[in-house]
């Protein structure tokens, strides 16, 4: 039996940093689409495509999911060395624990000699990883320290320091929350943050003791792409008084729906060119929060440590996304990560945020009120859902997937307040919308460090 | 009876459900010696599981059985038989006398170096 070795292959990508022999995937396997002209922020409009299409997808996975910074959990959910939780980036499985140094690390989550999922627990505690397939085991730090039957790779040049547990290239935290990227080029989670970190300290940083979670993740399985709800996070303050109109009249003191200037509210949204949104009222007392909550808060002194527009901005009612699939809302505590299972499918994985210095009357008044309002059947996030899976159900249609979509209120409104750091438009606007599509494209039509790097490096 | 063995550690010294692990030469055996608190009782079996190379003091002790913490093999904390697969070796058992609030060891002959 030989294999005949095509032209195609000599130019094809190789994995780098890890036992390759003579693998190299060839060309045709790589996904390398031009989507400039599928989103176009001149004109404010998008191509539905970039919500159906599988070849897009894995172009996505390969450049969006693989060269950014992504949302991974809470430090509190490691405590000591070897607890560990396991999550997503993009679609690759990971484990996150603590090593016996201390540090988090971060590693995929799928064994090196057949591929299987080393861990399957959502969280615990573990001396070591060992794979329940055939057996190999990893210790903290990644390194491979058991395979049964090693003798049977006697004749294969087998050393197990080339068969660690791939980790990512870089982890960092940023206010209690951990982000890891798999991109050994990008830059700073600090710089991928840059002038968002003032609005999410709004949240944040309310505590100076820091942020703490309630136990437990929700998590549950949505039809839509994750676009749908990556963007509106960062963008869409517009669907609030129609979508949400019945939980509005609901939750409203009179019972009525709320006063035409809270109705209304002034506002501002944020947007920069990483990709990242976030949109906020300006109105003090568009604050949809739970009272026992309103009144643990010290507002004065809040003003007087993170200033006036902080405290009647982006500690309001607001909606925030970091590029590309984590989002929050500083109200209610929730923050969440979008992750894309196909073409059609995100799973939403949602934590409820508390305060460190929260006493507990207070802490369970806020994990309710998260729980009624955005848990998985809460009054907002069903019609949330809702609106992302009806978009999605219908958008395979050849008509439906043809017409272009519209983002341009606020087309060009963009610009420097002089209260607010970076640009900002009015509260009513797709102008973060337009910056998350505009950084979606600019990483789709960049091939990735992956694609560029030499093998040999 | 309380000249008998080694003292190896000290009531409090092994957390519950823990294990510590005693050199081969601090008792003249062949091989490490783990030694168990298995709900306030102790045991103590040789170190080294039976399947891959595992020190067994880092292992998992739950209902009188000690789980490896590499494969999850188990073996009785009392007799050191296989209660579980991939493992099909016993490890060998060794005696523990307690003597106020000294662990006592006594190797077992047949594992002595």
């Known amino acids: ?457 | 009876m309380s000249e008998e063995g080694i003292v190896v550690a000290q009531v409090g010294d092994i957390d519950e459900g823990e294990g510590i692990q005693i050199e081969a030469a601090v008792l003249g055996t062949v091989d490490n010696v783990a030694v168990f608190n298995d709900d306030g009782e102790y045991f103590a079996l040789d170190d080294t599981c039976t399947h891959e190379v595992a020190s067994l003091s880092e292992g998992w002790v739950e209902d009188g059985c000690v789980e490896c913490p590499l494969h999850a093999a188990k073996f009785c904390l009392g007799d050191g038989s296989v209660q579980s697969m991939p493992a099909t070796v016993d490890v060998y058992p060794h005696r523990v006398v307690l003597d106020g609030d000294d662990i006592r060891v006594i190797p077992n002959p047949e594992r002595l170096a």
């Not at chain 1, 002209?37 to 409009?45: E, W």
């Not at chain 1, 994990?367 to 219908?394: A, C, H, K, M």
Request: aromatic share 12%.
């Open chain 1, 1 to 457: 039996m030989s294999i005949t070795q095509l032209p195609s292959t000599e130019v094809g990508e190789r994995h780098p940093g890890f036992e390759c022999g003579n693998i190299c995937r060839p060309e045709e396997l790589s996904r390398n689409v031009d989507v400039s002209g599928l989103v176009d922020r001149q004109t404010g409009l998008v191509d539905r495509v970039i919500f159906t299409d599988r070849t897009l997808y894995e172009q996505e996975l390969a450049r969006v999911f693989a060269t950014s910074w992504l949302f991974l959990g809470h430090v509190e959910q490691l405590q000591k060395a070897g607890d560990f939780f396991t999550t997503y980036m993009g679609e690759d499985p990971v484990i996150v624990t603590k090593d016996k140094s201390g540090s988090i690390r971060a590693y995929l989550n799928s064994c090196r000699h057949r591929g299987a999922r080393v861990l399957r627990a959502d969280y615990g505690k573990a001396r070591n990883f060992t794979c329940t397939y055939h057996g190999w085991s990893w210790d903290l730090a990644g390194k491979l320290i058991s395979v049964p039957n090693e003798e049977g790779y006697a004749n294969a040049n087998f050393d197990r320091d080339d068969w660690g547990l791939v980790e990512v290239a870089q982890l960092d935290v940023a206010f209690g929350l951990i982000f890891a990227t798999w991109n050994p080029d990008a830059p700073p989670l600090d710089e991928q943050l840059g002038d968002m970190k003032y609005y999410m300290e709004a949240f944040l940083g309310r505590d100076p003791e820091g942020t703490t979670i309630v136990g437990g993740i929700t998590k549950w399985v949505l039809k839509g792409n994750w676009k749908l709800a990556a963007e509106q996070f960062g963008t869409d303050w517009y669907h609030v008084n129609m979508s949400h109109a019945s939980a509005l009249m609901v939750l409203s003191p009179t019972g009525k729906g709320p006063k035409e200037s809270i109705a209304n509210t002034p506002g501002r949204q944020y947007s920069d060119e990483r990709g990242n949104g976030t949109g906020f009222p300006t109105h003090p007392k568009s604050r949809f929060d739970a009272q026992p909550v309103h009144e643990y808060y010290d507002y004065d002194e809040l003003r007087e440590r993170l200033g006036t527009a902080r405290v009647e901005g982006p500690m309001t009612t607001g909606h925030a996304t970091v590029f590309p699939n984590f989002s929050y809302l500083p109200v209610n505590g929730s923050i969440r990560v979008w992750h894309p299972k196909g073409v059609d499918e995100m799973e939403i994985w949602s934590w409820t945020v508390l305060d460190k210095s929260m006493p507990e009357d207070v802490r369970e008044a806020q994990r309710l009120y998260n729980l009624r309002t955005f848990g998985p059947s809460g009054i907002f996030e069903q019609d949330d859902g809702e609106n992302w899976s009806e978009v999605q159900s219908i958008s395979h249609g050849w008509r439906t997937n043809t017409v272009p979509l519209n983002y341009q209120m606020g087309l060009g409104s963009e610009r420097h307040d002089g209260v607010y750091p970076g640009e900002t438009s009015e509260l009513y606007s797709d102008a973060a919308g337009r910056r998350f599509y505009g950084r979606w494209a600019e990483l789709m039509n960049t091939p990735a460090w992956h694609e560029t790097r030499n093998v040999h490096e």
